[in-house]
């Protein structure tokens, strides 16, 4: 089926495929009539003419294992000025790291083979400032909590709005650059020293005659 399709039959199939995928809706920003876009139970509600928000040029790597998602949050966020490498594996994700690290990391942890908390414990050691975002179609407390204590920045469960994670990627990237920042900006400068106020002098009595 291809994107943008609609029709009865069409969302009576789409229905039947939705647990396999998370959900990522876009509602317009000014109200207006939403674009359907669907890939493989993979949903973007996402405004037609909408003007994305400028962003820095800073670096993301996603790292998930269905190809749709990848190239849907890679073009989402490429539209809002990032640059963003995709891994479709844990090993694929070191590899790609080590060719060029990135500002920040969304990881699915529900992937085959090495998932996304076992890679976020090695991300930890090889690159303890880079800040991490987690994804996972299952919002269960224990992962959450597991995520948190290894080291994630943030956690979204799916389904979610891929207008909630693009404002968490730039909370997470805005925490992560504070402390770089002021580093640069060098030691805060000292205050002025108070000068010593003067007392005022005893008023003056001029006699006459």
Do not use: W
């Not at 844990?90 to 529900?110: F, H, K, T, V, W």
């Not at 943030?154 to 404002?167: H, I, Q, S, T």
């Amino acid at each position: 089926m291809k994107r943008g399709a609609t029709g009865p039959g069409h969302h009576a199939a789409s229905r039947g495929r939705e647990h396999r995928g998370m959900l990522f809706r876009l509602p317009g920003p000014f109200g207006g009539e939403a674009e359907l876009c669907r890939t493989a139970g993979y949903h973007l509600f996402a405004q037609p003419h909408a003007m994305a928000l400028p962003a820095p040029s800073l670096s993301l790597l996603v790292v998930d294992d269905e190809a749709e998602v990848r190239g849907m949050l890679a073009e989402y966020f490429e539209r809002h000025g990032f640059q963003v490498s995709v891994a479709a594996s844990a090993p694929e994700a070191r590899q790609r790291l080590a060719q060029q690290p990135a500002d920040l990391a969304i990881l699915d942890i529900n992937m085959p083979g090495e998932d996304g908390l076992s890679l976020l414990r090695g991300l930890r050691d090889s690159h303890p400032t880079m800040p991490v975002v987690m994804l996972t179609a299952n919002g269960d407390l224990v992962d959450r909590v597991v995520g948190l204590e290894i080291g994630a920045d943030d956690y979204l469960a799916k389904p979610c709005e891929l207008r909630e994670l693009l404002a968490r990627v730039r909370a997470v990237l805005r925490r992560a650059q504070a402390p770089r920042a002021a580093a640069a900006a060098g030691p805060a400068a000292a205050p002025d020293t108070p000068q010593p106020v003067a007392e005022p002098e005893p008023p003056r009595q001029v006699a006459f005659g």
